[in-house]
């Protein structure tokens, strides 16, 4: 299997900022997309953000132009700037990937999220 780890989590004033990373590990031939979703309590599972292994990316609308998706492929790690957190930003936060593993295998693996809370 393919393993997950979200780092960066914590508690951060409105309008500070974030960094979460998370870094994959195992048996990997290749990542393709990987991604940072979010749950808030009492609500769906939400994309935030994607990217490709060409760098193309996407945001959910409501972070556009304050959260920003990065990945070093080299180091299989996919980061996720956040800037001007609001409240409504405070979620667990859980990185995804899927690529290739041994043998040609496809891999969708999930981490165990990390917790951001924004608040005064």
């Known amino acids: 299997q393919v393993q997950l780890v979200e780092s960066g989590g914590d508690l951060v004033q409105p309008g500070g900022s974030l960094r979460l990373s998370c870094v994959a590990s195992g048996s990997i031939f290749s990542i393709n997309a990987m991604g940072w979703y979010r749950q808030a309590p009492g609500k769906e599972r939400e994309l935030v953000a994607a990217i490709t292994s060409g760098g193309s990316t996407a945001y959910v609308d409501s972070v556009k132009g304050r959260f920003t998706i990065s990945r070093d492929n080299a180091k299989n790690t996919v980061y996720l700037q956040m800037n001007s957190l609001k409240p409504e930003d405070t979620a667990v936060y859980y990185c995804?990937?899927?690529?290739?593993?041994?043998?040609?295998?496809?891999?969708?693996?999930w981490g165990q999220g990390t917790q951001v809370t924004v608040s005064s």
């Open positions: 995804n990937a899927d690529g290739v593993i041994m043998y040609g295998r496809n891999f969708h693996s």
